[in-house]
């Protein structure tokens, strides 16, 4: 079951370390919305045990609930939305913040239920509205707020269908009198339930339309919360416990069999986005980017706070001058030149380190790696790495004016200044100072290379603590693959970095596992001018403005069983060039923008598996898994080693 609640208060939850939660019994979601629960009959009401779910929400925030004397959390739907808000939801200082579209929602919302319950009370067929309802994947429905058939319409001369229509047009009214979320989709929802048959209704459009949109929200939320730039292991704890279909996989196929068109406009965080799930489409985007198709609006909030000069968030000629620096220094396409280097790192960080066996030993030995490549020290300062901790927040979608702090800011920029003027030798930076070109001053070389750090920095850390605990998991419940591994390794030099970069079937398994479990999980894509992707099989056109925001969902892409052939299993030995360098395969992009450190990723992968297995002495223990079907986002912070 999916708990809406928590969508709804999860846009600001910030894990914190031991917090108790207060309970101020001045703010009262149920008192906010007209005591909806009164008098109900009790056999209507939506029961839940919620101690079970209290005694894990507890152990998710490291605190306990502590409720004002007197205070009886409820049981009915609406009382499970506010026991929600008060244990995931706005805290601050230990106070709640009311929030006033969240009450919008649910009031929104809630009353769409009740609407579809009174029509399931009026149909004379009930088991042809049920089928009806049962047609759509369990995955897009919300659960039902109970409500009886009497207690929301007078008695009188009126139908019951005369008072829906009435209410629809009293709910459409109220509705564009204020800022609700997904605005134009409640008005339509409305309109068409207002216009429904009778007897054998069929499920509208619009409401299946909407049912996604909350769906994808909520699941956009969440996913972003697990981590944007770094893992974050209370949210991953939280998605482990409410969701199945963690990176939208199912909810996509869903979408694209009810609607059947290459591109549906959304909502997302309350921004018109189409969503682009043909694959000849996501090519045009791809080839296009970045002077066609720009960088959407989401990933450009993202990455400012920190990197408002990054290449990841650049168009046309200071892309092109950050890509072309970046190519240089990342080697792009070919191996790059400090890979020696960076294996001897590795090693030695194992062997000071020890096997890493938990995630926080993958966290520390990540820090050491990063150390040596990026700035070639044994450590970096720990607010190299917290910036990325600060900026890896929700509200830097949600708040224009979002900022890390300035202190962590001062010493991060400080430091960063002081490595691009001293640089050390056979590191990343030494390289940008060599091949920065096209600054018109010194202080504008280091301004550009300062920007392009953190590129380098968080996806190899990313690289050592959530792909190399995944990889290694399946390699130990692949025990045919993990042989073929460890029969290459024993094959090369160990100590020549060349040699393991040429290890074909640890390869292919690295890139398998990105392929099941992608940290990128959206690709956004903002129209710089207007274009038309041409017609599909049907004959419609897809023409759009300048502006149009585009989204891809990565993950559902790479498990698509029209290319991948039982796409929910770890085949490593499915890949080859070709397969590769399809749009298919998009764990680092495709196009003008693909990723230029893919190559050194790859290897700093090999290389860390090598020493991890060679340490380990070839033995790797670990839980067992389901691999009929893996997960589709492993969480890292729970993968053990013995």
């Known amino acids: 079951m999916i708990y809406w609640g928590i969508f709804l208060v999860v846009l600001s939850f910030e894990a914190g370390a031991n917090t108790d939660i207060v309970i101020d019994n001045t703010t009262n979601v149920d008192n906010e919305l007209g005591n909806v629960d009164k008098d109900r009959p009790q056999e209507d009401l939506l029961i839940v045990d919620l101690n079970k779910e209290r005694d894990v929400l507890h152990k998710l925030i490291g605190g306990?609930?502590?409720?004002?004397?007197?205070?009886?959390?409820?049981?009915?739907?609406?009382?499970?939305?506010?026991?929600?808000?008060?244990?995931?939801?706005?805290?601050?200082?230990?106070?709640?913040?009311?929030?006033?579209?969240?009450?919008?929602?649910?009031?929104?919302?809630?009353?769409?239920?009740?609407?579809?319950?009174?029509?399931?009370?009026?149909?004379?067929?009930?088991?042809?509205?049920?089928?009806?309802?049962?047609?759509?994947?369990?995955?897009?429905?919300?659960?039902?707020?109970?409500?009886?058939?009497?207690?929301?319409?007078?008695?009188?001369?009126?139908?019951?269908?005369?008072?829906i229509k009435l209410l629809c047009s009293s709910l459409k009214s109220t509705l564009r009198k204020s800022e609700y979320f997904l605005i134009e989709d409640l008005i339509k929802c409305y309109d068409d339930i207002a216009h429904i048959n009778s007897v054998h209704t069929k499920v509208p459009s619009s409401f299946k339309k909407l049912m996604f949109n909350l769906n994808l929200n909520f699941l956009v939320v969440m996913i972003l919360g697990g981590g944007i730039l770094t893992p974050n292991c209370k949210w991953f704890a939280i998605n482990d416990f409410i969701l199945q279909d963690k990176t939208a996989i199912n909810l996509y196929n869903s979408m694209k069999k009810a609607f059947d068109k290459p591109i549906t406009p959304m909502n997302i965080l309350n921004e018109k986005i189409y969503l682009v799930n043909d694959i000849n489409f996501?090519?045009?985007?791809?080839?296009?980017?970045?002077?066609?198709?720009?960088?959407?609006?989401?990933?450009?909030?993202?990455?400012?706070?920190?990197?408002?000069?990054?290449?990841?968030?650049?168009?046309?000629?200071?892309?092109?001058?950050r890509r072309r620096l970046n190519n240089k220094v990342l080697c792009f396409k070919k191996p790059h030149i400090y890979m020696s280097h960076y294996n001897n790192s590795i090693r030695k960080a194992?062997?000071?380190?020890?096997?890493?066996?938990?995630?926080?030993?993958?966290?520390?030995?990540?820090?050491?790696?990063?150390?040596?490549?990026?700035?070639?020290?044994?450590?970096?300062?720990?607010?190299?790495f917290e910036i990325f901790v600060k900026a890896n927040n929700l509200r830097?979608?949600?708040?224009?004016?979002?900022?890390?702090?300035?202190?962590?800011?001062?010493?991060?920029?400080?430091?960063?200044?002081?490595?691009?003027?001293?640089?050390?030798?056979?590191?990343?930076?030494?390289?940008?100072?060599?091949?920065?070109?096209?600054?018109?001053?010194?202080?504008?070389?280091?301004?550009?290379?300062?920007?392009?750090?953190?590129?380098?920095?968080?996806?190899?850390?990313g690289s050592i603590t959530s792909v190399s605990p995944r990889l290694l998991l399946l390699l130990a419940n692949h025990p045919e693959d993990l042989e073929k591994v460890i029969q290459e390794i024993k094959s090369i030099d160990i100590n020549n970095a060349a040699e393991i970069s040429t290890l074909k079937h640890l390869r292919k398994c690295i890139l398998e596992t990105l392929r099941l479990n992608n940290s990128v999980v959206t690709l956004f894509r903002t129209l710089l001018k207007p274009y038309s992707f041409g017609k599909d099989a049907l004959k419609r056109e897809y023409r759009y403005d300048k502006g149009t925001q585009f989204v891809m969902l990565t993950n559902p892409i790479?498990?698509?069983?029209?290319?991948?052939?039982?796409?929910?299993?770890?085949?490593?030995?499915?890949?080859?060039?070709h397969l590769e360098n399809s749009y298919y395969a998009i764990m680092f992009g495709q196009g003008l923008q693909k990723c230029p450190g893919k190559d050194l990723a790859i290897f700093v992968l090999q290389s860390f598996i090598v020493h991890y297995l060679v340490a380990s002495n070839f033995k790797l223990k670990t839980k067992k898994i389901n691999i009929k079907n893996i997960e589709q986002m492993i969480n890292p912070c729970k993968v053990t080693f013995e």
């Open 64 to 163: 306990k609930i502590q409720y004002p004397k007197g205070y009886l959390p409820g049981t009915s739907g609406i009382s499970i939305l506010n026991e929600t808000i008060f244990v995931l939801g706005f805290i601050s200082n230990k106070k709640i913040i009311p929030h006033t579209k969240t009450i919008q929602i649910i009031k929104a919302v809630t009353k769409i239920l009740r609407l579809l319950k009174q029509i399931n009370h009026i149909n004379e067929n009930h088991l042809k509205w049920h089928a009806s309802l049962d047609d759509i994947d369990n995955s897009i429905l919300l659960p039902n707020i109970g409500i009886s058939s009497d207690t929301y319409f007078s008695k009188g001369s009126h139908t019951k269908k005369d008072m």
């Open 282 to 321: 996501i090519e045009q985007i791809l080839n296009q980017s970045p002077y066609v198709f720009g960088v959407g609006i989401y990933k450009r909030l993202i990455f400012k706070s920190f990197m408002s000069k990054n290449v990841g968030i650049s168009e046309g000629k200071p892309w092109y001058n």
């Open 350 to 384: 194992i062997k000071n380190n020890g096997v890493p066996k938990k995630y926080e030993d993958f966290t520390n030995i990540g820090k050491n790696i990063v150390s040596r490549i990026v700035f070639n020290v044994e450590h970096a300062p720990g607010y190299i």
């Open 396 to 461: 830097s979608l949600m708040d224009e004016n979002f900022k890390i702090d300035d202190k962590i800011t001062l010493k991060y920029l400080n430091y960063l200044t002081s490595n691009i003027k001293n640089p050390k030798k056979k590191s990343l930076i030494d390289l940008a100072v060599k091949y920065i070109d096209y600054c018109p001053t010194a202080d504008a070389c280091k301004d550009e290379i300062v920007y392009q750090i953190p590129h380098w920095i968080f996806p190899t850390m």
């Open 558 to 577: 790479l498990r698509d069983a029209d290319k991948f052939e039982n796409p929910n299993r770890f085949i490593p030995s499915r890949w080859d060039t």
